[in-house]
């Protein structure tokens, strides 16, 4: 919703402020197709060619979340600290071998199955599972676990920032483009110098609207679908961070009670819950 609102204000403002100059929209529409042919399709091409496939379908796969809201609530976190608080507590009033079944098996465990969000979300149960997997097997320590954990969650971090640095390349590429197609219109208009003036007038106005469409394309359109990618990420990252904060307390003889209070403290202050909220969803799904 909102990037639907902030690209209606960013182009009602520019298309409108050149209208209210008196500017002649005619120009703009008449040149629009040849330049995005040149600006777009050069751009495209450029991309596909800087590129690995699977950079490709990862951006095309994160074009979709952009436009929805973001799943990461102060509900979702609750539920999330929810099922870690009823896992830790299974694991300290029964041990550690009384979690092997939900943790070999996690899409027919009840323990999981009972979250309707996280706990059929396949990144978060993988994740968790791995790990308390890892705890079962006891062959590893809290600062073994905490490397690992680092290592996959930079993984993660870094592969996703991969499709985020290809759109920043592509929308730092537009305004090139737009100049090529410029050049190539004032190259046209040199070649039509014997034109009547009004004639010529037109032809360089068209050129110059390749360069207006690349800047435009580039910082209005593509750059912001960048930082937005960006910041959808970090969000993702955070959610597994929490994970491992919490786990990790756990491992350290932090009561359940508590080792979530370490996870709640790791999240961002406008999805973080009080310490009541939290306190009183935990009692409600136990």
């Known amino acids: 919703m909102f990037v639907a609102i902030g690209y209606i204000v960013c182009l009602g403002c520019i298309f409108g402020a050149y209208a209210i100059h008196g500017g ?12 995005m042919m040149a600006i777009g399709g050069g751009a495209i091409g450029a991309f596909l060619v800087n590129n690995q496939p699977k950079t490709v ?9 952009l436009f929805k809201g973001s799943k990461y609530s102060k509900e979702r976190y609750m539920e999330l600290m929810a099922m870690l608080y009823e896992v830790l507590q299974k694991i300290r009033k029964e041990g550690l071998m009384a979690i092997e079944k939900d943790v070999e098996d996690p899409h027919n465990s009840a ?16 994740f968790v599972t791995d790990y308390l997997r890892m705890m079962v097997s006891g062959n590893l320590n809290a600062h073994e676990i905490e490397s690992l954990m680092d290592n996959e969650i930079d993984t993660h971090h870094h592969e996703g920032h991969g499709a985020v640095a290809a759109v920043a390349r592509l929308a730092g590429a537009l305004p090139a483009f737009g100049i090529v197609a410029a050049v190539l219109g004032v190259v046209n208009t040199m070649g039509s110098v014997g034109q009547p003036p009004a004639v010529l007038g037109g032809m360089i106005g068209s050129a110059l609207v390749g360069t207006f469409l690349g800047i435009l394309l580039a910082y209005g359109v593509v750059e912001p679908l960048g930082g937005l990618m960006e910041q959808k990420l970090d969000e993702n990252t955070k959610e597994f961070q929490v994970i491992k904060t919490t786990l990790l307390a756990s491992m350290q003889g932090y009561a359940p009670q508590v080792a979530v209070e370490f996870g709640r403290k790791v999240l961002y202050s406008t999805e973080r819950p009080t310490f009541a909220e939290l306190e009183s969803h935990v009692k409600g799904k136990k």
């Open 111 to 126: 323990l999981f199955s009972k979250y309707a969000t996280v706990g059929h979300d396949h990144h978060v149960i993988e």
């Open 24 to 35: 002649n929209m005619a120009v703009i529409i008449h040149a629009i197709p040849t330049e």
């Open 57 to 65: 379908k990862a951006v095309l796969k994160s074009f979709g979340p």
